[in-house]
């Protein structure tokens, strides 16, 4: 089996080159060509010298995985769904405004943590994405959009995404080594140079690991929070009988010492009738007094038999204004793409679920 190059970051790849009794130098330079310049193909890589890519030929690839199907939004959000040779695969989301272009990148096939209203949870957990299959998504997503018009604004751009987040399918930090290398990657001036500000991971709330990620790849934090008390979150966010709110709160507070930014982004999905009363809010303001945070609300996104129901306009005015008259900043977040179900929680279709419990629901998908 060729090396898929793509699987290393800088400190890897130049490990595996001085095997193959090449100089450091020579990987930073194919490093560069891989992922700044997008070029896959080693004859394209002209300032190499020809026998080390006939050698390169021979025993690797630059191979980020194939597309499935690629979708645009009419909001102009992008989705493409990626063939990890399991069922119908991964996703990928490219959100355009007007400053920024926005990646959502998937870290697992599935996922095993259940939360109740999330459509990955409920179709189970497959396996962890490789470090190649992680970057490699971001690979594709630069070099398709490339030199294309992609700001709203009208700029086009070498450099189409300027942000990630971790927020697809899968729970990034229960895939902790592939996932920190494809950080690294996207964090390394040899490749994407994009700022730790610029890329967040997104956890369920995995305390230990969140503690492992501030130190060996401290980049912006989101936690998903989505219920102000243990009753409430062990319900819909099954992990918090591991990690339980208390614990969660001094871990986001340990995290924010090395942080790129100066506070949490606490995620909140709003359920109607579930977790949007003001009763909700006030509980919310309190139990995250001693965080400095964010907030983002996520109205609902539903899904075939989800069982849960949109937020309405109303409870969901109340319960912000609430956080915000508790001195919160909060901020919706606007659904987009929903047209190709391109919205969070509405990710990709069939999982060939591993984790041995019978998949509850399929998850409809453009197959
Ligand atoms: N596993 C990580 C990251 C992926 S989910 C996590 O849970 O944080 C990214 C975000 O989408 C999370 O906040 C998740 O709770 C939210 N989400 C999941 N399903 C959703 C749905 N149906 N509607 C709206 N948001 C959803
Ligand atoms: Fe997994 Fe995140 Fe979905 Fe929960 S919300 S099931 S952690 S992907």
Redesign the pocket.
């Known amino acids: 089996m060729p090396q898929n190059l793509l699987d290393f970051d800088l400190d890897g790849l130049t490990a595996w080159f001085t095997e193959l009794g090449e100089k450091p130098f020579r990987a930073r330079q194919v490093f560069h060509w891989m992922h700044q310049a997008g070029v896959a193909d080693f004859a394209q890589m002209t300032d190499i010298a020809k026998s080390l890519r006939e050698k390169l030929q021979q025993h690797a690839v630059v191979a980020p995985s194939a597309i499935n199907f690629a979708h645009t939004s009419t909001d102009g959000t992008r989705k493409w769904l990626f063939d990890v040779g399991v069922a119908n695969g991964i996703e990928t989301v490219f959100i355009p405004e007007e400053d920024r272009g926005t990646l959502c990148v998937s870290s697992q096939v599935g996922?095993a943590l259940e939360?109740t209203?999330?459509?990955t949870g409920r179709q189970g957990f497959n396996r962890n994405l490789t470090a190649a299959e992680i970057i490699g998504q971001l690979w594709v997503a630069n070099h398709s959009l490339r030199g294309e018009v992609n700001r709203t604004n009208g700029d086009s751009s070498d450099r189409p995404v300027t942000n990630v987040v971790?927020?697809?399918m899968?729970?990034?930090l229960a895939n902790f080594e592939n996932v920190v290398t494809a950080l690294g990657i996207m964090l390394d001036d040899h490749a994407y140079g994009l700022s730790r500000r610029r890329v967040t991971v997104?956890?369920?709330g995995l305390v230990p690991a969140m503690d492992r990620l501030a130190e060996r790849c401290p980049v912006a934090l989101?936690v998903?929070l989505?219920a102000p008390t243990d009753a409430l979150r062990d319900q819909i966010v099954p992990i918090n009988k591991k990690y339980p709110l208390v614990e969660l709160m001094a871990a986001c507070r340990r995290y924010l010492v090395h942080a790129p930014r100066d506070f949490i982004t606490f995620?909140y999905?709003m359920l109607a009738g579930v977790n949007d009363q003001p009763e909700h809010a006030r509980q919310l303001a309190e139990l995250v007094r001693d965080v400095p945070c964010k907030f983002n609300l996520?109205p609902?996104?539903p899904?075939p038999d989800s069982g849960y129901d949109k937020p309405h306009a109303e409870p969901m005015r109340v319960f912000r204004q609430i956080l915000q008259d508790a001195g919160y900043v909060v901020t919706t977040r606007k659904t987009r793409g929903d047209d190709i179900d391109a919205a969070?929680?509405?990710l990709a279709g069939k999982v060939a679920d591993k984790s041995g419990r019978v998949i509850k629901r399929m998850h409809k998908e453009a197959a």
């Open positions: 996922c939360c209203f999330c459509s971790m927020m697809g899968g729970e990034p997104s956890t369920s989101a998903s989505h995620e999905v996520i609902f996104n899904f969070c929680g509405q």
